[in-house]
């Protein structure tokens, strides 16, 4: 399977825990972006990766987010302090030619 | 800021039964429109890209058109396994590469 993986699908953890998920993208794909869908709701941009560099970041993503691209390979997207409110479920998707392929999510609850 | 909305948010149709889904957008000049459908519990599955007025795709039972204010997703003699909810997003030509969405039609087809 060459499609976008992500890591691990489901995350249950505690208010004020810190959380780190992980996207490997299709491999080839310069471009990653991460999105955050909620219930009901359509996935809403986070931020966007052009090989290692993050050349675009949402006003959503507080200061309690931070994504990386080591290597402009996999991404990792860690949330410090999670909050009730940061429940949903977390999108990767890899591009190339405009079209951007979505990996299955990583499904977080915040208790 | 990009819109994208939706309707009808919901529909049920019988086995057979043709329908349209509707997307009405405004974009700071429009890169390109996405039509994806999700399952439930997963990610968005690309289906088609529109980047013109007037421009149609066809994939199976689904045929997507696009206009300047509007996109239109028609089903033709949809089956059960057709059900899903289906996404509309518009990327801009500002230079951004976010994708903004809809909230989705969610598609029931009774068998």
């Known amino acids: 399977d060459t499609g976008v993986s992500q890591n691990p699908r489901h995350k249950i953890t505690k208010r004020g825990q810190n959380v780190t998920f992980r996207c490997d993208p299709i491999?080839?794909?310069?471009?990653l972006y991460w999105y955050r869908q909620t219930l009901g709701q359509g996935p809403e941009f986070l931020t966007y990766?052009?090989?290692?560099?993050?050349?675009?970041k949402s006003r959503l993503l507080s200061d309690r987010f931070s994504a990386e691209r080591p290597k402009g390979s996999f991404s990792t997207l860690e949330i410090q302090r999670t909050e009730q409110g940061d429940s949903a479920m977390y999108l990767c998707?890899?591009?190339?030619?405009?079209?951007?392929?979505f990996g299955p999510g990583t499904r977080l609850t915040v208790l | 800021e990009d819109q994208v909305t939706q309707s009808p948010e919901a529909l049920r149709l019988q086995e057979g039964e043709s329908s349209s889904l509707n997307c009405s957008y405004t974009?700071?000049?429009?890169?390109?429109l996405f039509w994806y459908r999700q399952d439930p519990g997963k990610g968005p599955e690309f289906l088609f890209t529109?980047?013109?007025a007037g421009e149609e795709k066809e994939k199976e039972r689904l045929k997507a058109t696009l206009t300047k204010k509007e996109s239109f997703l028609h089903i033709t003699a949809p089956k059960p396994e057709d059900s899903a909810t289906y996404l509309c997003?518009?990327?801009?030509?500002?230079?951004?590469?976010?994708?903004?969405f809809g909230k989705g039609n969610q598609v029931v087809v009774i068998p």
């Open positions: 990766f052009q090989n290692e560099a993050q050349l675009e």
């Open positions: 998707a890899s591009s190339v030619r405009g079209r951007q392929f």
């Open positions: 974009v700071s000049g429009l890169r390109g």
């Open positions: 491999s080839e794909h310069n471009r």
């Open positions: 997003a518009v990327q801009a030509g500002d230079g951004n590469n976010r994708l903004a």
């Open positions: 529109l980047y013109s």
